[in-house]
């Protein structure tokens, strides 16, 4: 594949995704920094340190800026103000100033931190995003929702900081963990049963091209799923009507995750048994098209995510989901009429609704 460019035309704040394999080595020609920049924080994490840090930083040395590197602990634990100081410190220390810039080398966890210390540093700085996950690069690099997470929940503290540029390496999956790789094709196929169905087509017909992560596959994925999310939120940047359509799958999602602590599963993990839920329920209202359910199954079953295997205690379950932030007077699910069409349905039947949690066993 070689290079694409999916625009983000957010109001505003326009920028572009730029997809392509090896684009950490040729960076400089994507970046669009700001004019006046004369240094960058890189924020990023050991792991991808390792990989991508030199290729990073002589790509953004090529573009004319003094490059620091601030490492950060890994992994979701680590998303929390705490970590959130250190970053702000370590710019204190470069200085960074306000006409510079931070790039966010990792996955959704740097990026979402990296991008809300940008957000508030020196009341907002330029940031450039480098995801490395499949979850970060079609869903979490896009749209600019940044934010840390409190004890008493996800995401609680936060901002929406747009990027100047959001740079798409293809090459960065080949060191991805598998089970990483498995999880990111469970957001994308969300794309696929909520806007563009020919996403399913690709991960059905070449399913484990697309677990290898191997670019020629997932390149035109990916490319789909950006510009997906892209058309969401630069119809609804800030989040009601059609973006809410992006959390197919989530409302279970998001209860299995709370319950299990999100020790158990990866999100892309709990989002595949999310969407099993919903084709289900879709079904039993009669909103989705007959086999959606055992088509989701099917797919995600061969892509290597959980399909059942959940020991939820429903009433458990229920209490979970009716604080869900998106409740109203009952939980908001957001349905697949046949791939490619979602709707929003207010409270379905709480009876049926148990039901199918009961069906993920
Ligand atoms: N801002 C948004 O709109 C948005 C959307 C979805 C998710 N998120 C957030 O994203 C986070 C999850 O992101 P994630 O799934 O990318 O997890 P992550 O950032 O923790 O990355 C997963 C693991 O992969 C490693 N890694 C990353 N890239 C690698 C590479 N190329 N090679 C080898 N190892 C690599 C990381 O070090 C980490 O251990 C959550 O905090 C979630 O809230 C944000
Ligand atoms: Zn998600």
Redesign the pocket.
Known sequence: MSVATVPVPVPGAPYDGVIGPGLLARLDAHLALPPAARRAAVVT????RA??GKRVAAALAAAGVAVDVVTVP???DA?TLATFERVQRAFAAIPLGRDDVVVAL???????LA?FAAATWNRGVAVVQL??????QV?????????V?LPEG??LVGAFHQPRAVVIDLA??????AR?RR??LG?VAKYGFIADPVVLDLLERHPDAAVAGDPAVVGEIVRRGVTVKARIVAADERESGDRALLNYGHTVAHALETLSGYRRY???EAVALGMVAAARLGERLGVSEAGLAARTVALLDRLGLPTGGVDVDPAAARAVLARDKKARDGVRFVLCRRPGSALLVDAPDPVLVEEVLRSLA
């Open positions: 994490v050991e792991p991808v990989h991508y890994d992994g979701e998303k990792g996955g959704g966890v740097v990026g979402d991008g995801p490395t996950t499949l979850l970060a869903d979490a690099a896009i749209g600019g929702k940044t934010g997470n996800k995401n960065t999956l080949a060191t991805l963990p990483e999880a990111g957001e990866r999100h892309g």
